[in-house]
């Protein structure tokens, strides 16, 4: 016997998927932060260039108000930031050092790996 009523919508559409960067900022943590520091630090500074203190990085950007930490203050250990420079200004940072944002932005996160690699700094 065939059930009768309204069908349930079934998860999120491709569609939608590829539009998670019109959604405004996410979050992010600490580990994801670094990793991305970590990419460009070596990819862009050169072999006898010392790398900044990623802390004082962190904080400096907090006090610009370019991130901001959403996690609790006593969360010591899994910190959570946001992100909130404005598209222009991330995609003009981004071009400066040859990085064209938008094609990380698509939503097609398992082909990002490939597209780092890619990547030709100035």
Do not use: W
């Not at 630090?41 to 991130?67: A, K, T, W």
């Not at 901001?68 to 404005?86: E, V």
Request: proline share 3%; hydrophobic share 40%; with cysteine.
């Amino acid at each position: 016997m065939e059930r009768e009523g309204r069908k349930r919508a079934g998860g999120t559409h491709a569609s939608d998927a590829n539009k998670f960067h019109e959604t405004g900022p996410q979050s992010f943590t600490l580990t994801r932060f670094l990793g991305v520091i970590a990419f460009l630090f070596n990819s862009y500074l050169g072999r006898d260039e010392v790398m900044p203190d990623v802390n004082y990085l962190i904080n400096r950007l907090c006090e610009m108000r370019f991130i901001t930490r959403i996690s609790n203050p006593t969360n010591i250990s899994l910190p959570k930031y946001r992100c909130d420079a404005s598209s222009d200004f991330v995609r003009d940072i981004a071009k400066s050092i040859g990085i064209e944002i938008v094609d990380f932005l698509d939503g097609n996160t398992a082909d990002l790996v490939n597209k780092l690699q890619l990547i030709k700094l100035k």
